[in-house]
């Protein structure tokens, strides 16, 4: 199996928590916001994880078509099955050409865990939690059922840690009678005994999952890691959380305590404002970033409909600050694209993991600057505080 890898991912903080195990291994690796460039590593944010299915799967086809020659195959998806799994998918499934799809969105360290073909989040099934509370349908009670359309077919946890060769042979039959071959796994040993399975079918499949099954496919392409820590991180930070999930609102707590300045935000009114008005706001942000760290948060329900407005007003009131931030701090992949985008940002070269899903990258632009994404939905209240604590001192891998 060669060692270029492409990562598609649907949004941006998903792009950084499965690209940087690549990163980790000394690949270098870039997560491209424009599509444009090349790495060892090529990870495209296609940004489809609220948009019409169609456009989601052209998006997709697009990444491969530009990106996917020469290299093995990793589509990300959510680890709770969020955004359009099932168009996404079957654009991997055709671009496979017969290959075949191994998939498992298992992420141990951040408590997904895959038994029975069914999601679980810190041991309890996916649609008998509350991740899926922001979303309009409820969560799917399997990974079979996000797949509608899809000729799927199972490997049960006892397989995943039966004898090797027993589990070689039937991941290989599978992927000649399936679609896609959904694997149990409930700790990264399961992961990376999915991957050398995979890896070893005569026409190797693509891969599909989350951050945990990424890692075990890295470690299987260039084993052990040994990452030098960033440099320490002058100047001011900006933390922008725009995730509306309750861990992520812990969290932006947590970083109040302690940062100079907090600016809490109306959803209702960003997305309302005229252009003056949050011209000011940027203002006053700017102004605050001046005498210390400054966290700005988004209150209070949005329509689905207006989020990529609101985003794109939250970027807007952010731009002046980001320009002096020593270093961005921005939770939520949506949040991060439109932050980034109006920065100006064309990709991030990924550095570190300081925390299970916590991502520390580089811009490429001429004056670099350093950013840590983070998806919303978990962590500790103090991760976020850690994550910019590890940077500022310059240590490595938490």
Known sequence: MGSRVLVVADDLSGAGDSGVPFALREMRTLLALDDTGDAEVFVADTDSRHIEPDLAAKRVHEALDGHAQGRVVFKKIDSTLRGNVAAEVGAIVEHAAGAGVLLCPASPATGRTVLGGVVHINGIPLHHTDSWN??????????????????????????????????????????????????????????????????????????????????????????????????????PVLAVVGSAHRVSRQQADYLAERFGHTRRLSARA????????????????????????????????????????????????????TERAGLLVLTGGETARAVLGRRGVSGLRLLNELEPGVVLGRTIEKEPGYVITKAGAFGAPDTLHRAVSAVRCGRAVA
């Open 134 to 235: 922001a979303e309009p349908d409820d969560a799917p009670v399997d990974i079979a059922s996000a797949l509608d359309g899809l000729k799927v077919r199972h490997v049960a946890l006892a397989s995943v840690r039966g004898k090797p060769a027993q589990l070689r042979e039937r991941v290989a039959q599978l992927l000649t009678e399936a679609e896609v071959v959904i694997c149990d796994a409930v700790s990264e040993s399961d992961l990376r005994a999915v991957a050398t399975a995979g890896s070893a079918a005569p026409a190797p499949p693509h891969w599909v999952g989350a951050a945990g099954l990424a890692d075990a496919l890295a470690e299987l392409l260039r084993p052990g890691y040994d990452i030098e820590p960033p440099p320490p991180v002058d100047g």
């Open 270 to 321: 960003l997305v309302d404002a005229e252009p003056a008005a949050l011209a000011r706001i940027g203002e006053q942000l700017h102004d605050a970033l001046c005498t210390g760290d400054v966290l700005v948060t988004v209150e209070g329900p949005v329509e689905a409909g207006l989020a990529r407005e609101l985003t794109a007003a939250l970027a807007e009131v952010c731009a002046p600050a």
